[in-house]
Structures are given as structure tokens and as C-alpha cells.
């Protein structure tokens, strides 16, 4: 088992960055596979950063190139970079852990943080 906890959200103004931050307890952190999901008001919640096994990163198109994900196991901490910051980019943000399938390319979260609030206005 392992619980989950966001901070870093915020307020920001367009073009501006935030880093988001997950910090986990419980045992296993370094098996799983962790990624980033987000949900804005009245749309489905979608998975946005996935880090799978040996580090390999992956993102949604909407945040390519302006977010990168990473992790400190030594820390048990999950980060999320984001710059650029866009006002769609308004959502509450997730951090997830679970597991990969190479296989089917498919991450699959069993672990939810609370969530945090990150507002891209002027």
C-alpha cells in the first residue's frame, strides 16, 4: 500500500510555471510505476504524465513539451514541472500510483493523492 499526498498547487498567470509535488509513505514506493492525471470542471478526469519502468516518460499531447514529470525514490517523491502554463490547463491535479504492462503499454492506477488545485488566470 502506499498513500499519497499533492502540494504545489495555485494560482498562476498565463505563461508562468508551477511544480507540482507527491509525497508518498508506505512500503513499495520504488515498484510502482506513477503518473499525473488532472480533471477540469465538467470534464472526464484524464491522465496527462506516466513514469514506467527504467524512467521512461510519456504525455498527453496538450502538455508535451511544456511539462516533464520525474521521480526521486530516495525522497518517495513525485514531481510534476509545469511551464507555459495555459488557462486550460485549470484543473485539479492528481498524482496516481500503480502498475505498468509492457505488454499492452497500459498503466493502470490503484493509488489516488486528495488532489490539488492549480488556476492558470490573469
Known amino acids: 500500500q502506499v498513500q499519497l499526498v499533492e502540494s504545489g498547487g495555485g494560482l498562476v498567470q498565463p505563461g508562468g510555471s508551477l511544480r507540482l509535488s507527491c509525497a508518498a509513505s508506505g512500503s513499495s514506493f520504488v515498484s510502482y510505476a506513477l503518473g499525473w492525471s488532472r480533471q477540469a470542471p465538467g470534464k472526464q478526469r484524464e491522465l496527462i504524465a506516466r513514469?514506467?519502468?527504467?524512467?521512461?516518460?510519456n504525455y498527453a499531447t496538450s502538455v508535451k513539451g511544456r511539462f516533464t514529470i520525474s521521480r526521486d525514490n530516495a525522497k518517495k517523491t513525485l514531481y510534476l514541472q509545469m511551464n507555459n502554463l495555459k488557462p486550460e490547463d485549470t484543473a485539479v491535479y492528481y498524482c496516481?500510483?500503480?502498475?505498468?504492462?509492457?505488454?499492452?503499454?497500459?498503466?493502470?492506477?490503484?493509488?489516488w493523492g486528495q488532489g490539488t488545485q492549480v488556476t492558470v488566470s490573469s
Open positions: 513514469i514506467i519502468d527504467g524512467g521512461t516518460t
Open positions: 496516481n500510483a500503480g502498475t505498468y504492462s509492457s505488454r499492452t503499454d497500459y498503466y493502470t492506477p490503484s493509488h
